[in-house]
């Protein structure tokens, strides 16, 4: 069976939206959390070995930064679309960093 790979932009943008989700609707947020924490470190992983670590590095800021940002952001547009404007940016990130390159 072929191996399936799911760009990393993906990676990165379903665990902002995904570790939202899930906190929101199990109403536990290490849950959520945990799902972030995942997402982060397999994106993470295909950043180091598509980009370098320099790149991971600078990637994986912008992760928690994206997460961290999207708190007083809600605050000014609502959680949902706060969290769909920093997956997006992350996914635009990862991809012009990571994924384009093949």
Known sequence: MAKVKVPS???AAGGLVGGYGVARWTKKRQLGGAVLAVAGAAAARQWRHRAGDRAAGALTAGYVAAFAGSHPLAKKVGAWPAVFGVAGAMALASWAV?????
């Open 9 to 11: 932009a993906v990676i």
């Open 98 to 102: 990571a994924d384009r390159r093949g």
